[in-house]
């Protein structure tokens, strides 16, 4: 049975390559809202930070109906970080649409993100996005393409690939760059024509892969998958089993079925080979479970998700202030709530520590922890975190080899000294360096742990014009020790209220991160020190009171304003001997060892 009047793609691209707002224009072109209503830009980044952030963190699905043909679209994160979402989501579709900005041309996350799609022996639709722009290489970038689907190893169908050019935020599309286009017709042509339809026996016994989990308060867990064979039913007995045999089958009932329509999940009585849907009613259904028929228990193997790279220690917060400001600050609380994330994000890891307190949590990269951390600190909960560490391995002969990125790097030209000079002291190693304009490219094999703290450094010094992304490469040697941090903490001597006279005694010292009435504790990191060394600095301290005057000495002090730090600069800041204090309204770097002397000894001791 061939499923002519359905098709499921994927939109793939690396970060800012405009999928989103793509997926919106194919929204509004193919009738899913009302001529009068209102949509929101990014219309599919429906979580908060998402929108804040401008960045895709969980893959989505939406459809269109075009020509009587219903076409299921799969839009995807960017960040190499959120790649273990486009692995899965992959195995849910036929083809893939494969964006590329027409300025950047295909970047570290567009080359990992395409290797995965042509592992699966998925068609490609080549769509150069935002001809618009005034820097646009059109002539070129079919070119880089083709090189990039060649080092990949594409089949011969895969590298003749069609190629369209695009425009995702006026909604056009065409088959030349010398023609401009009028809408996205050309586009929804090509989806149909080249991408094939899916194909199955719905008479034989039910076949299908959970590859996405959601949860609802009301109905538990939701499995999402693709019928890869068979038909399911409203109230129907089913078998779940896993591929790897690590837990026994068991049987259960389909409580509710639903299909994406637009941007709403419609209930259905009923769906067969190819269509996507989203069951409830199943306990303990889990990431790579294939639900099956009852007399015929066949599982489907499941993509091998790529391992993490980065560990933290999530803790309970044991500092002064604890307990003020969070609803969840419990050990039990801080363990289900981790547990639960595991769930939904098959790249994570969460390891049971020595302490009943503290869980090793382990991920992609440092923004894939800092999201969870965002989440979770909204949700009310009170956590400490560790600095990120990198997770080391050992080949057969017991050499240790650690996880390698490759970076690339878009910066002014006059910027290129300063670059070339910090990732030397990061063990950064030059792999192609070429201009673009008045620009220079420059793409790096660097450890994962070089990375560490750079990002706010990199834009010091491009003058916030820089562009740097980063995706996984593989394991090599060790490449020996690398510096975290050049300088050093300010820390507070006693506990109180930060004072503008205590700030001003201290703003002299470093950059200062608090301002005045900021309530501080022994131990607390208040600034950054210049020098390597820390400094323990009292911002709590008033001026004496006397009755002598002096001209000029009451004079009302100039504080500099401080840094305000995000969670991501507090983990880049972040030394070996510091945690950072998570609540839902404050972020607070500290020392571990919060007694100044005590701290003194034990560094005198080491």
């Known amino acids: 049975m061939i499923r002519e009047d359905l098709r499921n793609v994927a939109i793939i691209a690396h970060v800012d390559h405009g999928k989103t707002t793509l997926v919106d224009e194919m929204l509004k072109q193919g009738g899913a809202f009302r001529e009068n209503q209102n949509v929101a830009e990014r219309v599919m980044d429906s979580n908060d930070i998402e929108r804040e952030r401008g960045i895709t963190i969980l893959a989505k699905n939406t459809s269109v109906c075009y020509n009587d043909i219903k076409i299921n679209i799969i839009d995807t994160p960017g960040h190499a970080d959120f790649g273990g979402e486009v692995e899965r989501v992959l ?23 395409l290797s995965k799609a042509l592992e699966m022996g998925h068609k490609i639709i080549v769509v150069v996005n935002k001809i618009d722009r005034p820097d646009a290489r059109l ?121 994406i329509q637009g941007l709403n999940r419609v209930p259905v009585q009923e769906a067969t080979v ?57 050990s039990r609380q801080l363990r289900d709530r981790l547990f639960k994330e595991l769930l939904r994000d098959v790249s994570l890891r969460v390891n049971e520590t020595e302490s009943t307190d503290a869980f090793r949590v382990s991920g992609r990269g440092e923004m894939h922890l800092s ?82 703290g750079y990002k706010s450094e990199f834009l010091t010094d491009t003058k916030g014009e820089g562009i740097m992304s980063h995706v996984f490469e593989g394991y090599e040697p060790y490449k020996g020790d690398i ?21 001003y005694n201290a703003q002299e010292r470093g950059q200062l991160f608090i301002t005045a009435g900021t309530p501080v504790y ?35 002090l100039r504080l500099v304003p401080p840094r305000v730090l995000s969670l991501e600069d507090c983990l880049e800041f972040l030394a070996d001997d510091e945690l950072l204090e998570v609540t839902p309204e404050s972020l607070r770097i500290r020392k571990r060892i919060l007694n100044n002397s005590m701290r003194a000894k034990t560094k005198a001791k080491a």
Not at 297 to 306: A, C, D, G, L, T
Not at 537 to 554: E, F, I, P, Q, Y
Request: hydrophobic share 35%.
């Open 91 to 113: 195995k849910m579709v036929d083809g893939v649409i494969l964006l590329v900005d027409a300025a950047e041309g295909p970047m570290p996350q567009t080359r990992f993100v």
């Open 274 to 330: 190819g269509d996507i849907v989203w069951i409830s009613g199943i306990e303990n259904i889990t990431i790579g479970d294939t639900i099956c028929d009852t007399e015929c228990k066949e599982p489907i193997p499941f993509v091998k998700i790529s391992e993490p790279t980065v560990e933290m220690t999530f803790a309970v917060n044991d500092s002064p202030f604890a307990g003020r400001e969070g609803k969840f600050v419990t």
């Open 139 to 259: 002539d070129e970038i079919g070119d880089e393409v083709l090189e990039l689907l060649l080092e990949l190893d594409a089949n011969d169908e895969q590298l003749e690939s069609p190629l369209l050019f695009c425009s995702g935020r006026s909604g056009t599309a065409s088959l030349s760059q010398y023609e401009a286009g009028t809408d996205l017709k050309p586009l929804f042509d090509t989806i149909v024509n080249y991408i094939e339809p899916p194909k199955g026996n719905e008479e034989e016994p039910l076949q299908m892969l959970i590859s996405s989990i959601d949860y609802n308060e009301y109905v538990g867990r939701i499995g999402i998958g693709r019928i890869e064979r068979g038909s399911i039913k409203v109230n129907q007995q089913i078998s779940v089993c896993d591929y790897t045999e690590s837990k026994p089958s068991y049987n259960s009932k389909i409580v509710s079925l639903l299909q």
């Open 371 to 452: 999201i969870l951390i965002e989440n979770m600190r909204r949700e009310g909960y009170e956590l400490s975190v560790s600095t990120p560490r990198v997770l080391f391995r050992e080949d057969e002969n017991g050499k240790k080899l650690e996880p390698i990125e490759r970076l690339v790097i878009d910066v002014p030209e006059e910027s290129v000294g300063s670059v070339m000079e910090k990732m030397g002291s990061r063990k950064g190693e030059l792999v192609e360096m070429h201009p673009q304009g008045n620009r220079m490219r420059i793409e790096f094999l660097i450890p994962a742990r070089g990375l560490f």
């Open 483 to 503: 510096d975290r941090r050049n300088t050093g903490s300010l820390v507070s001597f006693e506990t109180g209220e930060a004072v503008t006279y205590g700030l």
């Open 522 to 556: 022994e131990g607390m990191i208040v600034g950054a020190s210049p020098k390597t060394d820390d400094l323990v600095v009292n911002v709590c301290k008033r001026k004496h009171l006397t009755n002598t005057r002096a001209s000029g000495s009451d004079d009302a």
